[in-house]
């Protein structure tokens, strides 16, 4: 066949096979007019070469494998040699994927202190933190919180903003509430587009504040342990509580282990693949007594809790009741 066939057959360029002749990949014979001719062989040699390249590795790389088809068998990743390409492209990939993780950390970092350093010095009103626009989207419930009352919370451990660790399966005896979001904005860092026109999605710092300054009537009410969490890193969390003056630790999640113990719903906006839908967990003695899903207004959630709290007393006893139903619906079984 003629290269403008073996092209199209392989489905590439003429110019990328007469790359891969200039590797030795392939080696066509010439007619007497000097054409070039190539047989079924240079075909599955192209198309081998064009899968390589698909997966990552380069023709530069690919002469093992085609070696491998030319000894005979049948898969050219049967042989010693490209095993051996194999491996040590996983090796490289492993590397640039470490390095690139490492420079995306600094830049973070820069970000988050160049970020914070320009609002040094400055008064945030706290107006930014307690008012809400009037025509947020309101979130619908769409169950995916039903089963987790009754659910015993799962043995992991999450670091805090303040260089602690905290394990879920062992947060000791009473009441920890655990509210989840998505991400807390910052001053001088942009949220993600359209962040407003998702149901649930603002409103984190301002759901936070009420917690705030509902801590100690939290606690008075029976809430041995309050945490803040989401998938953002240890330190971005660290400066919120000591921007928002925060009295208790904000948890990181950021591999979203508890979402994938638990079947907590999530959503995705630009720039992340993947955020905790707003949620707030009541844990007693390990095991999730009731659940706030969905939530809306978070500006006045933490109330929310504390009238929950203060209709369901913790029994002397012991026993977890169960929630029957969730979020502003919720009724115990006690």
């Known amino acids: 066949m003629r290269i403008g066939e073996l092209a199209r057959r392989a489905g590439v360029s003429i110019k990328a096979v007469r790359y891969y002749e200039q590797l030795g990949l392939i080696m066509p014979q010439r007619r007497q007019n ?26 530069g790389k690919a002469g093992p494998f085609i070696e491998c088809l030319e000894t005979g068998h049948e898969h050219s990743d049967e042989c010693p040699a490209s095993l051996a390409t194999l491996r040590h492209s996983i090796t490289e990939l492993d590397r640039i994927i470490t390095s690139l993780s490492a420079r995306r950390d600094l830049l973070v970092r820069k970000l988050e202190a160049g970020a914070v350093r320009s609002f040094e010095g400055k008064s945030i009103p706290m107006t930014d933190f307690t008012t809400l626009p009037d025509d947020l989207p309101v979130p619908s419930d769409d169950g995916a919180a039903d089963h987790l009352p009754g659910t015993a919370m799962p ?8 260089g602690q660790q905290v ?32 149901p649930g999605a603002r409103g984190c710092s301002t759901e936070a504040c009420d917690f705030r300054d509902h801590h100690q009537e939290l606690h008075e009410a029976g809430a041995d342990r309050v945490f803040g969490m989401s998938s953002q890193h240890p330190d971005y969390q660290a400066e919120l509580v000591e921007r928002l003056r925060l009295p208790f ?7 979203f282990g508890l979402a994938d113990a638990l079947r907590l719903p999530a959503f995705a906006a630009p720039g992340h693949e993947r955020l905790y839908s707003r949620l707030t967990l009541v844990v007693r003695d390990g095991v999730i007594e009731h659940v706030f899903y969905p939530i809306f207004p978070p500006n006045t959630h933490a109330q929310q809790v504390l009238d929950w709290l203060h209709t369901h007393p913790a029994s002397r006893s012991g026993s977890v009741p169960v929630a029957l139903k969730l979020g502003n619906r919720s009724e115990s079984s006690q």
């Open 34 to 59: 000097g054409y070039r001719d190539y047989d079924d062989s240079h075909l599955r040699a192209v198309m081998e070469i064009r899968e390589l390249t698909d997966s990552g590795i380069s023709p």
């Open 155 to 162: 043995d992991l451990t999450l670091a805090t903003s303040d």
């Open 167 to 198: 394990n879920l399966g062992k947060l000791g005896q009473g009441r920890t509430i655990i509210y989840l979001y998505p991400l807390s904005g910052r001053p001088g860092v942009d949220l993600p587009e359209g962040w407003d026109a998702i």
């Open 249 to 255: 630790a904000m948890l990181s999640d950021p591999d």
